[in-house]
């Protein structure tokens, strides 16, 4: 499997639990599972849960949804190895991983809390972070001269 495909497909399943928190906060997805913890209600409620007036979780229903379609694009073979899609993973993937340590910090310095859903998100966009240092330099290496 390439790169961007498991990129795009860690992005798919972040995509669909950002979906189901935000459903969750506008009243359409019913409990919240959280694992009995009650930090998830805690911290979606929290006015970290929102910024600039739109939902986190929208923010990140989007965000995930196209690192999903430009890694899966990316993933075809007449681009699996054109460097655009990875500059362009990158543009969508850097700011992400800037805006969850702020969640983080709101999450865990000031509110004193803690959300399992959060923390997948978390860890998921630190391991996309690392993973677009990799792509990028794999796209930017000099090809190796022919025998």
């Known amino acids: 499997m390439s790169l961007r495909k498991f990129i795009a497909?860690?992005?798919l399943i972040n995509a669909l639990v950002a979906t189901y928190l935000h459903l969750w906060?506008?009243?359409l997805a019913g409990s919240l599972a959280c694992g009995?913890?009650?930090g998830c209600e805690y911290i979606q409620g929290s006015r970290y849960g929102w910024f600039l007036g739109v939902d986190v979780a929208l923010i990140g229903a989007v965000g995930y949804t196209l690192i999903f379609?430009?890694?899966t694009v990316g993933s075809l073979t007449q681009f699996?190895?054109?460097a655009w899609p990875a500059r362009a993973l990158q543009l969508l993937v850097f700011p992400a991983f800037l805006f969850t340590l702020r969640l983080?910090?709101?999450e865990f310095i000031i509110?004193?809390?803690f959300c399992p859903w959060c923390a997948v998100s978390a860890v998921s966009i630190t391991v996309l972070t690392a993973l677009m240092f990799v792509e990028w330099k794999r796209v930017t290496a000099a090809p190796s001269p022919a025998p």
């Open 9 to 11: 497909i860690v992005a």
């Open 25 to 27: 906060k506008i009243g």
């Open 36 to 38: 009995g913890t009650g």
């Open 69 to 71: 379609v430009v890694a």
């Open 80 to 82: 699996e190895d054109e």
């Open 104 to 106: 983080k910090y709101a």
């Open 111 to 113: 509110l004193k809390g």
